[in-house]
């Protein structure tokens, strides 16, 4: 079966830290992998998506990147973090866009 | 481009009443819809999906949602509420306009809560 796994559940990091959030997936190949970030009242934003290794699209201009160095594995970076990164982050995968999205546990990232 | 709208922030309903939760839906190519539920600090589950089959759609928890392509609509029903289901909920589209559009994209969520 397929599993998911993202890492840390929670995280405080000092305004100017950098940044490196993990997402795995298990049981599957060539999935479709997303970053989103959720803010109350907001829903959630899609950060960044990817169809394959190294190909990674942006939705948002920010402070933040992601990558794909391996099949399934997807990772939200950033050099320099920002109080306003400050959210609830969720990685997801589907195998294309007609199927259901599996979502990690998420992150809670606090900036102070 | 597509994009949905989640008419509601928040729904109050009695424990046994309707629960109707609205999604409308923008979409330039037949979309494919889907209904998600979360629990605090958790991440979402899928209540279930509309993928151009039977408009009235059946999901667990006794949930259902009906495509409505003249009124761009998805709106989430289910007869009676129990307290278990508490959460947010969320629309979300996705559609095959071609290119590289693999997004999939979610509605602000409504926050339903049942009073007892």
């Known amino acids: 079966s397929q599993t998911i796994h993202q890492w840390p559940a929670t995280l405080v990091q000092p305004v100017g830290s950098p940044l490196s959030l993990e997402c795995t997936v298990e049981g599957t190949s060539n999935p479709n992998l997303y970053w989103y970030r959720q803010a109350a009242g907001r829903g959630l934003q899609l950060l960044f998506y990817s169809v394959g290794i190294g190909q990674i699209s942006s939705e948002v201009p920010q402070n933040l990147s992601a990558s794909r160095p391996q099949d399934r594995q997807f990772i939200l970076s950033s050099k320099k973090l920002l109080l306003s990164d400050s959210g609830f982050y969720l990685c997801a995968w589907n195998l294309n866009i007609r199927t259901e999205a599996f979502f990690g546990q998420g992150t809670r990232l606090t900036v102070v | 481009a597509q994009s949905v709208t989640q008419l509601g922030s928040h729904v109050s309903v009695s424990e046994g009443a309707l629960v109707l939760l609205r999604c409308n839906y923008s979409s330039s190519v037949p979309p494919y819809l889907f209904w998600y539920v979360q629990y605090p600090n958790q991440g979402l589950q899928l209540l279930l999906k509309y993928t151009s089959a039977a408009t009235l759609v059946k999901g667990i928890n006794g949930f259902e949602a009906e495509f409505k392509k003249s009124e761009t609509s998805f709106h989430l029903t289910k007869p009676s509420a129990h307290m278990s289901d508490a959460a947010e909920y969320f629309c979300?589209?996705?559609?095959?306009?071609?290119?590289?559009?693999?997004?999939?994209?979610f509605g602000k969520g409504t926050l339903l809560t049942v009073n007892p």
């Open positions: 979300a589209v996705s559609d095959d306009s071609g290119g590289s559009n693999y997004k999939l994209t």
